[in-house]
Structure formats: structure tokens, C-alpha cells
Nanobody, 122 residues
């Protein structure tokens, strides 16, 4: 089992920035592909970004490419997503996820965090 705890959500104005963090515990962190998903009200949960076990490869949804950056610190068992140039359509609950499979671009999570709310005001 892997436990994931997100932090860093909040309210920000359009064009602002936030950095989300996800602390993992329970298993060897570097054995997992890590990612972020989000779910807006009335919509399905969608992929945002993912990063390989070593951190050397990452993948992004087209909607966030160039604005969001995913990174990980294996020594700290933490994955981050830096979100810049935020838009109202980025408003959602953001979930951290971990996957045992090596797939990054088509990440299929095995574990989820509880989510953190990000609200972007216009």
C-alpha cells in the first residue's frame, strides 16, 4: 500500500501560480510512476501530468502543457506540480496518483490521494 497526501491547494487569481505537493509513504517511492489528475464539478477525472520513476521523463495533458511542470524528489518521497498562468478552467480538485506500471503517458493509477481544491478566480 502507498499512502498519498496532497497539499498546496487554494484560491488564486487568473494568471497566478500555485505549487501542489504530494507526500508518499508506505512503499519505496522510486518504484512508482507518479502523476496528477483533476476533476472539475460535473466532469470526469482527467489526466494532468505524470513523471517517470527516475524523474527523467514526463508527460502532460495538452491543456496544461507549457504552464504546468511536474517534478519529484525521490529522497523526500514527494512529487510536485508547479502551476503557472492559471486559468478559471483549471479550477478542480487535484489528485495525486501512483502507478506500479512503467507507463507514463498512459498512466493508470493504482493509488490515489484524497485531493486538494484549486480555485482560480476570474
Amino acid at each position: 500500500q502507498v499512502q498519498l497526501v496532497e497539499s498546496g491547494g487554494g484560491l488564486v487569481q487568473t494568471g497566478g501560480s500555485l505549487r501542489l505537493s504530494c507526500a508518499a509513504s508506505g512503499r519505496t517511492f522510486s518504484n512508482y510512476v507518479m502523476g496528477w489528475f483533476r476533476q472539475a464539478p460535473g466532469k470526469e477525472r482527467e489526466f494532468v501530468a505524470a513523471i517517470s520513476r527516475s524523474g527523467g521523463y514526463s508527460s502532460y495533458a495538452d491543456s496544461v502543457k507549457g504552464r504546468f511542470t511536474i517534478s519529484r524528489g525521490n529522497a523526500k518521497n514527494t512529487v510536485y506540480v508547479q502551476m503557472n498562468s492559471l486559468k478559471p478552467e483549471d479550477t478542480a480538485v487535484y489528485y495525486c496518483a501512483a502507478a506500479e506500471s512503467l507507463q507514463v503517458k498512459l498512466m493508470v493509477p493504482d493509488y490515489w490521494g484524497q485531493g486538494t481544491q484549486v480555485t482560480v478566480s476570474s
